[in-house]
């Protein structure tokens, strides 16, 4: 049994809504912007896919504002970090574009939330440092629920009053596919009847700095040069804030209160490198297995796939890992599948990324296009395999494969598929 | 003046109401301890869990909890708050003392007195 995607929700640099978001991917037009941290334009990040249409660079939530159509009412704002209220405006768009409502979610023990973030970094440093300032004798007794790893589910479970299953997952940038990827076999199993799947990051100098400090991020000052996956010349990757919702939902439940399908979730799969504590081991050979994983649990052989969404983010280590991951499972049997990389448009979201990617994959499925590499100008040594078309395609994927790669060595797969697609 | 409110960070009172901001100065200013009542009730309003529902006439007996909707998380943030911009600290067996708001403004003032001068 593949469970349905019945809705997604987007807060992104391509746009705070399922149509901004398919227009700007389609047309592969990034949401890149010029950033200076710190008030130090002597940093060497220079650009990052920024969040339009908020503001939420103060610690304090009374600070802050979003776009009128999401209401979040105070007591809830009192715990956010500002990823939560991306995180809260995605899920409500997600909700409503499945046709559902909150009363439907609430106290439904059928409806589980699997949610993926790193914290808030910021919030974390603001808390402390308040501690700290009166040498440990009080702190904001919200310091906690809205800082720490974990602020996405305690927040959003007491918002959406989600009494089915409420569960966080940290594996850097695999993590909200690793949500992904429970949250359909929870409901494989039966378990549950719909799930809320919703990864979420903040971009600000806590967040994204000590990336920079890592050697991890592009120094390029112009966003096509900066973000170019599998180029010959990329330098780094750029961050990015936002989050990314997805309903899934039973076969059955869909059907009962006939819902669109916009989508399937028609497999996963997971495997580690075991080799770094950051860089990916050289040959993929983690990603290659948990790809193959994928595509067994999906039922479908290598030759099935008509498009792959690389998590490639425009690392010189990072994208040759998968480009040889990718060349094994498809170059070597003759097979080349379009291999986009929607990093170059949207930067890469960290915990965020892997929810975003299955979102986007939702969109070129329903919008009946393959995403192009709008950025990439000379293909990289050991990526000449992979076919990279540079504009959008226009047909449809019938079965995509979805990758992440997260710190550890973290590998996970999904395959999304056209409604018409897979069968069970 | 009992304490030296303008020592303590309070950056959070930039984003509250006008007029407790101004009860908060005068306060400052004065150490006039009738500002100190403005600055709870005010206090209590603005942080009320349920910040939706419709404000019941408040007054002394004003219960937090029954009347209010406080609960046990929006009390410790009321009372980290108050602490922050008093530089107070209240203890736990304070805390369980308050039920209402008059209990509430009276231990403030009573820990307000009790500071050292300056301190």
Known sequence: MSPRITGIGLITPIGNDRKSAQDNLRHGRHGLSHVEFLGNPALP????????????????????????????????????????LYAICAVDQALRDAGLTAPDI??????????????????????????????????????????????????????YRITGTVCGFVSACASSSHALGY??????????????????????????????????????ADPVLASRPFDAGRDGFVGAGGAAALILETPDAAEARGARTMAVAAGWGQAADGYSVAAPQPDGAGLFLAMERAAADAGAGPESFDHVSAHATSTPVGDSAEAAALTRLFGKRGLRPPVSATKAITGHGLSLAGALQAALCVLSIEGGFIPGNPHLRTIGPGCEDLDLPRASLPRAPRLVLSNSCGFGGSNVCHVIGAPEAVTG | MATNPSAVPNTMLARL???????????????????????VVASVLEYRPKASAAIPACGEATRLIEDLGYDSV?????????????????????????????????CVARKLAAKPRGA
């Open chain 1, 106 to 159: 609430a106290e439904d023990p059928s409806t589980g939330l699997y949610c993926a973030s790193a914290g808030s970094a910021m919030m974390l440093h603001h808390h402390l440092a308040q501690m700290r300032a009166v040498v440990g004798v009080r702190g904001n007794p919200m310091g906690v629920v809205s800082s720490i790893a974990g602020t996405l589910n305690f927040n959003l479970a007491a918002h």
């Open chain 1, 183 to 220: 949250a359909i076999d929870d409901l494989r199993l039966g378990r549950l009847r719909r799930a809320i799947v919703v990864g979420a990051e903040e971009l600000n100098a806590d967040s994204l700095l000590p990336f920079a400090h890592m050697r991890a991020l592009s120094k390029q």
């Open chain 2, 74 to 106: 929006a009390v410790a943030e009321l009372v980290f708050f108050l602490e922050d911009i008093f530089d107070l600290t209240l203890s736990n067996e304070d805390i369980m003392g308050v039920r209402t708001i008059g209990d509430l403004r009276a």
């Open chain 1, 45 to 84: 990040v220079k650009v990052a896919g920024t969040v339009k249409g908020f503001s939420v660079d103060s610690p304090h939530w009374r600070d802050w504002t979003w776009p009128d159509e999401c209401t979040i009412p105070k007591e809830v704002l009192r715990g956010l970090a500002p990823h939560g």
């Open chain 2, 17 to 39: 109401p006008a007029p407790m901001r101004d009860a908060y100065e005068h306060y400052r200013l004065t150490g006039d301890a009738s500002s100190v009542q403005e600055i």
